[in-house]
């Protein structure tokens, strides 16, 4: 690296095609990284939705042992397709020849790629299904936040990756704008849970750690590899985990009905089409996720996949129909100016007739986009995204003056008709 720098010194052209070459791959990193968040927030609605099939639906909410069966056959189903899709990438790309010249490559390479698969498999996919399962898909969103901390925290004990103050308040801002963003509906998850939550809340905690030392281990692989192909070795030790190692023993040792699990999973087309919809998204995640650590680092590479909770926000709003809980916030305004209103009157206006609609999705849209873009300028240290973040944000704080602005006006006019607002 010295000797680098000392002939870009001395030669300004090379200098500036370096500044160039770097520059490329930061933004490449940071792109890899966006559609890892992408995908990972869209992966979430495959994921929920499998618990509702057959043969998982028919699994009682207090059959503690069945369920963690059928959670590790969905992961170990889920595994294959992944590996099926990242096959047709490779195909695609080439690079079929690399993934086995780096799987045979066992005491160098594959076997960080085989921890990675241990870390990310039985420890944080299985986790999080299990969270979804035992708790609901809003709390393991939210205990799957703090994954980039734990990664930036290995890497910088492995590594020595520099953690700047700019990223650290960019993963610290990500974290909480999504802890803000679930609240309400992680309350809710957790005052009607069963009596088996501690698996889920388990879960979500093995979710979190398995995702973090999986970047870190990973990256050690990565230095000498194809990220493509390493992340095909990756799934190819899970798969064989599940396969040969964990299935088998529950089947052989325990009385669970392992092989009528996977026969009514596979025989379910319902099933298989969330498993299938699900693997799409976590394989091309995947390959985002790993391509982002050799360009950025694996701090900033998991920073910026946390969006994924942004858009798994979005994904629920756009196949659910349904607003997220947190907007219950917004509608404190009309319902305190409805008993403003109210005074002296026997019918008092009703907190919808005092709300403006429009304005409150408009605060919405640009809260959450400021969110996201914030996050992301201070991992990415770009001046230009600050600024647009905080013009968004100051077009969501206009659009809230404006319903409260209106709130007001309806609570003034109501007061002044008797408590009825004019049609």
Known sequence: MTTIASHASAHPELAAALHRHYARNKRWGFIWALWTAILWGAWYIPGTALWYEKPYVDIPADAMALRLAGTA?????HAIMVFFFLLVWLAVLGKVRDYGRT???????????ALASLCGGPMAIFGSYMAMGFVGPVFAAVTSLFYPVIGAVMARLWYKEKITGRVALGMAIIIMGGVVIYGPGLFGELGTSGHHAWLGYLGGAMSALGWGL???????????????????CRFTFEVMFWGL???PFLAVFTELPVASLVSGTLSDGRAMQWII????????CYTAFYKSFTLIGVSRGEAIGNLYA?????FIALFTLQMPQWRILQRIVPFLASMHAAKGRRLPPTPSSLTAEAPLVWHYRCHVTALALLGAAIVADAGALVAIAALVGLAGALAYGVFFAIAV?????AAIDGGRPKS
């Open 73 to 77: 056959v969905m992961t170990w189903v």
């Open 103 to 113: 799987l045979v490559r066992f005491r160098r390479i594959s076997k960080w790629y």
């Open 214 to 232: 999986e970047g870190a281990v990973a990256a050690r692989a990565m230095d000498v590899s194809d990220p493509d192909a390493g992340i095909q």
């Open 245 to 247: 190692l964990i299935l």
């Open 277 to 284: 919809l699900a693997a799409a998204c976590h394989a091309y």
């Open 310 to 314: 942004i858009f798994a926000l979005l």
């Open 409 to 413: 006006a309806r609570m003034a006019r």
